[in-house]
């Protein structure tokens, strides 16, 4: 009887015990555990992209999700395909003046001003443009952006360096064997002496024609501003008039330098790499989605760029005219309709997944999308691949093959065939 007692107060304690507990468990999982993430989150809002053109013809677009800020600035005629007879040099150099002494401002207190807020900074350019930017976080990246447009003071020392650093980039460059084969195709397709045939890297320019050229090439009309991770569009742009000079008024356009494609040869013997580089090409089309599908249906060995298209490849120097062979059947070979449907799918995910890759590569894909159709969103960037038909990679490669093939060759190349003999094989 004791024993029996004693469990039964006992499960009476524990019972009341219990009770107490779960009378005490009143308060929620958030009151009890503040901080604690919830089981239940709202779904991520997807990005929005907004685009708003000033009177000057500066073209800003903006989107709303990335987590981080980058904000580029993109001048497409400060390519080297835009410099004039006497300004050779001047593209590359330019670049190396990204961030220097300019409106008042040092470069010190410039690139400080940047690092001070976390601020990456990047500067590129090539044949066809030039960008300058940086990442920031999302909530400092409005306070800097100005610093982009500093108008350039062409300070002796500013551009001593920038000289120096553009021809340390230059003679690199002159090693690298792909590089080499990028600036004989375009020389072989466009003339060597055209703005467009000549090499972007290429050193000694002077500091007038450095300056001249910047001046002329380096304006808002044509430019676009890509800003990721921008809650408020509108606000952005009102900050981009008032502190971005002349972007509230129109600005007369340069006229950029044109070349026109022609077709040919250029050769660059160097026996003593023991290989041979090859290219062939042929003026493409310019829609990037149809480019990109077209590309894609020429196999893995394919390149293209807006107006000129092709497939490369390399070899030990006796073998070089079994690749040639190989080169001229890939771009011989018609496409079909299931080839086609593969590549574009395959183009569509390569122009969306640069979406995904961080926040500079979205601001590249919205500069990119903004000078093809003027316009940007995931779904048009999407629907504009899905739109290219058979028929019309038909037409384009049809009309890549009129054209005249361009043949580049570098290396060891005493075995690979001229111009002559392949350009029968399009005829």
Known sequence: MATRALVSQAARVATSRAGASRGFSVLTATE????????????????SSSVTTLPSGLTIVTENASLT???????????????????AGAAIANRYLSFKSGSGLSSALILRSLEDVGASVFSSAGRRGATV???????NAAFVAPLLVTECSFEKWDVKEAQGLAGVEAADATSNAQVALTDQIYGAAYGAQSSMGRSYYTSGAKGPSIQSFRERAYTLNGAVLAATGVADHEAFVRMIEEEYPGAGAAVEAAAPVTSSYMGGEARLSAPSTGYAHVALAFEGPTSAPVMNVLKNCLGASAFAAPGIMGVYGGSAPGDASATVDALSKALSAAPSADVVEKAKATAKAEALSALGNGSKSLADAMTASILDSCGFSAAALAESYDAVSADDVSKAYAAMLKSKVSLAAVGDISDVPYHATIATRFS
């Open 32 to 47: 009890e555990f503040p901080g604690l993430p919830a089981t239940s989150p709202a779904p991520k809002k997807g990005s």
């Open 69 to 87: 800020t980058t904000v580029a600035l993109t001048y497409p005629n400060a390519g080297s395909s835009n410099e004039g007879p006497a300004e």
């Open 133 to 139: 930017g940086f990442t920031a976080l999302r909530e």
